[in-house]
């Protein structure tokens, strides 16, 4: 009967794909017209609660599907849908219009949206804006080609994703629950398993002594990786030959430093990455802080000792080091350090197991940094409990099915340390986005091939209409 019923929809999608392929300089333009804005979150400012980028981006997707007719809603600048059909059935598509920081090294402008080589150059080609564009089209053809839907399919913009999801908490408030929910903002064919993900900050007096750390300062995002960190530390007068040794044998070329009267400054260079994925870039923190432990003499080390255990990419140094057989290995990534009132601040961002709660991660680390000698303490603890759905789920099974017709066999469904829409909405999954070549999400010069969007869009269109039919 599945496969019946995936035949009957054959006439329908191979009259949306026939739109889209007439389309994709359309959806192309669109692409590169919200890439140009740059919707990273700034200070709120009336009906923008994350910034007038992030509000032009959101006028500018509702604008496109009241255009195509689509009705409408703004949820004061959190977030809006646009939605076309009828029905008691809901399928809905969240994606979000903010984007991370930008940071330096780019090769190309990072707002430019840029064609090089057949790729799309900006910051959000792939996280988000390129899957939430492709999307929008898979709507749109379904709209111009299926006027007698059996259901309702709606465009969620959120424009807080990247930092608290408020965006769709708002949305949670007072719209509807989506029968099916997909996210774009994955891997293929979708992710059945989300982490649990815990934002941890920490607090620990600046110490005293002969080899005194007076400030540290790194970090944009808890979600990115730290790729520049400087430390200032008072060298006392006893202590300054021996530390003069020791910088005689540095060895870490990504780790400068220089004198500035009696404190010694260190800066240091990493590579950013998503922070759900810490061993794919290279903290600066880490550097520094391996840095400082090198350099302190013995009766000082302590400090800097357990101040860099507690960086370690794996959570040990926090206590939480802990695995499951769906979601294997915590990640920890120490995403902002800062010296706040005479003492360092960390902010850590941790994605944990899907058989682990919040509360067993809080507890436990709450007990190592009791034990530690420098007085390492939590001042606070955030939690998003993690998503899972079981792989025989309707909603999993038809993603599955749909992906094996478009990309082949063997599509199976994975487990992810990042933090889609799907956490945050019921009866929602996050599906795949970009291929090889596309990406990486929060770093340098990201991109997305041109086919890539176009191809993407046939087959949300293709997930989207088995979803509102079946």
């Known amino acids: 009967m599945g496969n019946l019923r995936f035949a009957m929809s054959h006439p329908d999608l191979d009259r949306v794909v026939a739109w889209l392929r007439e389309h994709e300089q359309d959806l192309l333009d669109d692409y590169r017209a919200m890439l140009r804005i740059p919707s990273i979150e700034a200070p709120a400012e009336p009906n923008a609660p994350f910034g007038s980028d992030n509000r032009r981006a959101l006028d500018q997707a509702l604008a496109l599907c009241a255009g195509w007719g689509m009705r409408t809603k703004d949820l004061e600048g959190y977030a809006g849908w646009a939605e076309f059909g009828e029905g008691e059935r809901l399928v809905v598509s969240l994606g979000h219009l903010d984007v991370v920081p930008i940071g330096p090294g780019w090769k190309h402008e990072p707002f430019g949206a840029e064609i090089d080589g057949g790729y799309v150059y900006a910051r959000g080609a792939v996280d988000d804006k390129g899957p939430t564009m492709a999307a929008t089209y898979a709507a749109r053809a379904i709209q111009a080609c299926c006027p007698d839907l059996p259901a309702r399919v709606r465009l969620v913009f959120g424009c807080n994703e990247e930092s ?80 003069d040794g020791r910088l005689a044998d540095a060895w870490d070329r990504n780790a400068a430093f220089a004198w500035d009267g009696d404190e010694l400054v260190i800066d240091a260079i990493g590579k950013a990455a998503h922070g759900a994925f810490p061993f794919g870039g290279d903290s600066a923190a880490i550097r520094a802080f391996r840095f400082l432990v090198a350099l302190a003499p013995l009766d000082d080390q302590k400090f800097y000792e357990e101040l860099f255990a507690q960086a370690q990419i794996g959570g040990a140094g926090l206590g939480i080091s802990v695995s499951d057989s769906v979601s294997k290995d915590l990640t920890c990534n120490l995403g902002i350090v800062s010296t706040i009132d005479e003492e360092v601040e960390l902010l850590y961002n941790i994605r944990y197991p899907v058989k682990f709660s919040g509360e067993q991660i809080r507890e436990m680390c709450e007990g190592a940094l009791a034990e530690t000698k420098s007085g390492f303490r939590m001042v606070k603890f955030t939690d998003s409990p993690p998503l899972y759905f079981p792989l025989d789920h309707p909603l999993v099974r038809t993603i599955v099915e749909v992906c094996e017709e478009e990309l082949g066999e063997g599509q199976k469904p994975g487990v992810m340390g990042g933090g889609t829409y799907a956490r945050a909405v019921p009866n929602t999954v996050s599906i795949g986005t970009g291929w090889e070549g596309d990406g990486p999400a929060h770093e340098n010069d990201e991109r997305l091939k041109i086919d890539h969007l176009h191809k993407m869009s046939r087959i949300y269109a293709h997930i989207l209409l088995r979803l509102a039919t079946e």
């Open 164 to 243: 608290g999801f408020k965006c769709v908490e708002r949305y949670m408030q007072t719209e509807e629950a989506p029968t099916y929910g997909v996210a774009p903002d994955s891997g293929w064919p979708l992710y059945h398993a989300e982490k649990g993900i815990a934002n941890i900050t920490v607090r620990v007096p600046l110490p005293r002594g002969a080899f005194a750390l007076t400030h540290v300062e790194g970090g944009q995002r808890p979600n990115i990786v730290i790729d520049r960190c400087q430390a200032r530390v008072r060298v006392d007068p006893s202590v300054r030959a021996e530390v």
